[in-house]
T-cell receptor
Framework: EPEVTQTPSHQVTQMGQEVILRCVPISNHLYFYWYRQILGQKVEFLVSFYNNEISEKSEIFDDQFSVERPDGSNFTLKIRSTKLEDSAMYFC??????????FGEGSRLTVL | GIQVEQSPPDLILQEGANSTLRCNFSDSVNNLQWFHQNPWGQLINLFYIPSGTKQNGRLSATTVATERYSLLYISSSQTTDSGVYFCAVGDTGGFKTIFGAGTRLFVKA
């Protein structure tokens, strides 16, 4: 069964460093998303991406964040200068249309 | 924006018991999903159910969109059902899915 894959599964970084989280969405899906979950809290929407541009973003998704679909298969989230409060699980999701979302297993980011 | 409220926030069950989890939402939605987050953090799709009733084994779900709520039923609970159950709704614009705070379920053997 097709699935969303994410790398790395866990990344530890120093505050102020740049981080890139990678996702390979399900191949025939057209909509892509990033969510994050701070430990023990709810899953928060960051950004949605369709037709090679951002469709919607939340207040969390400030200038430190960017997304890119550099080729036909990858979808990346970049955090330019990490802060301690960026420590969280980051989930990538994709959907064929505006409907059912399928999530990857997540990338745990720890900022020291 | 849409508000999503889930109840109860925490639930402890004896193995074999049944339970009902509720999700209320504040506005019209395009879609609604139920997820189970297992102890490893994975978000497992349970139901895509913008309206109506679906069943999958011991689990079933009902969404009454006109009354802005959805219910998830777990029957004959097992220890492997433990984890957090999230309701997530898509706003009418379609590009954002909002999660509730979840119901944390613990099933005792």
């Amino acid at each position: 069964e097709p699935e969303v894959t994410q790398t790395p599964s866990h990344q530890v970084t120093q505050m102020g460093q740049e981080v890139i989280l990678r996702c390979v969405p399900i191949s025939n899906h057209l909509y892509f998303y990033w969510y994050r979950q701070i430990l023990g809290q709810k899953v928060e929407f960051l950004v949605s991406f369709y037709n090679n541009e951002i469709s919607e973003k939340s207040e969390i998704f400030d200038d430190q964040f960017s997304v890119e679909r550099p080729d036909g298969s990858n979808f990346t989230l970049k955090i330019r200068s990490t802060k301690l409060e960026d420590s969280a699980m980051y989930f990538c999701a994709s959907s064929r249309g505006i409907g059912e979302l399928f999530f990857g297993e997540g990338s745990r980011l720890t900022v020291l | 924006g849409i508000q999503v409220e889930q109840s109860p926030p925490d639930l402890i069950l004896q193995e074999g018991a049944n339970s009902t989890l509720r999700c209320n939402f504040s506005d019209s939605v395009n879609n609604l999903q139920w997820f189970h987050q297992n102890p490893w953090g994975q978000l497992i799709n349970l139901f895509y159910i913008p309206s109506g009733t679906k069943q999958n084994g011991r689990l079933s779900a009902t969404t009454v969109a006109t009354e802005r709520y959805s219910l998830l039923y777990i029957s004959s609970s097992q220890t492997t059902d433990s984890g957090v159950y999230f309701c997530a709704v898509g706003d009418t614009g379609g590009f954002k899915t909002i999660f509730g705070a979840g119901t944390r379920l613990f099933v005792k053997a």
